[in-house]
């Protein structure tokens, strides 16, 4: 079955302390998105990533790292979390085809609250 | 100005209305659009893609509107199983990575 996989769906942490969301796709496709949704706000993209080693800032990157080793798996890292950084993360890949978009396919999403 | 609004709702309609949502965009460059629906605290599914002749699926018609620079999707004969957010999604090429950037969302609710 086709799918974006993302672990865990449901973290409590303690500000400052480091945690990674990892994010797989089983579809072999190249890009590969991560966003948070808040109230009010809706979906935004925090990094994306075109390929392996190739990543790029979205538009709300502060205080997330991420990286691209292997194609299938692109995790999201907060170094060290703030209670600014509770929300709700997707991941979300889909195929590229020249500048044409496909469909992007979603994670069951990350609900995370930091304290 | 947000590069993608839409109306928040929520829309309260019957079953069986028929409803519809409007949504903007900025980026006239702009080519791939979206309609994505969004169950509570679950992950967007695609709903269809939005084409330059419009485009129709079952219940469903969206329809592109470039020079206005707006999208809209029509619900007919609502069910209560069409209660969900529906997000409008539009391509930004002047952006790095040629990011997809998504509406606020219109929550819809189908009351018996």
């Known amino acids: 079955e086709a799918q974006v996989t993302q672990n865990p769906r449901y973290l409590i942490t303690v500000t400052g302390k480091k945690l990674t969301v990892t994010c797989s796709q089983n579809m072999n496709h190249e890009y590969m998105s991560w966003y948070r949704q808040d109230p009010g706000l809706g979906l935004r993209q925090i990094y994306y990533s075109m390929n392996v080693e190739v990543t790029d800032k979205g538009d709300v990157p502060e205080g997330y790292k991420v990286s691209r080793k292997e194609k299938r798996n692109f995790p999201l890292i907060l170094e060290s979390p703030s209670p600014n950084q509770t929300s709700l993360y997707f991941c979300?890949?889909?195929?590229?085809?020249?500048?044409?978009?496909?469909?992007?396919?979603f994670g069951p999403g990350t609900r995370l609250t930091v304290l | 100005r947000k590069e993608v609004e839409q109306d928040p709702g929520p829309f309260n309609v019957p079953e069986g209305a028929t409803v519809a949502f409007n949504c903007t965009y900025s980026?006239?460059?702009?080519?791939?659009f979206f309609w994505y629906r969004q169950d509570c605290r679950k992950e967007p599914k695609l709903l269809m893609s939005v084409y330059s002749s419009g485009n129709e699926d079952g219940r469903f018609t969206a329809q592109l509107n470039r020079a206005s620079q707006y999208i809209s999707l029509l619900i007919r004969d609502s069910k209560l199983s069409d209660s969900a957010t529906y997000l409008c999604v539009v391509n930004l090429p002047i952006k790095a990575g040629n990011m997809l950037t998504f509406g606020g969302g219109t929550r819809l609710m189908v009351k018996p």
């Open positions: 979300a890949s889909h195929r590229l085809a020249g500048t044409s978009y496909n469909e992007q396919f």
């Open positions: 980026n006239s460059a702009s080519q791939s």
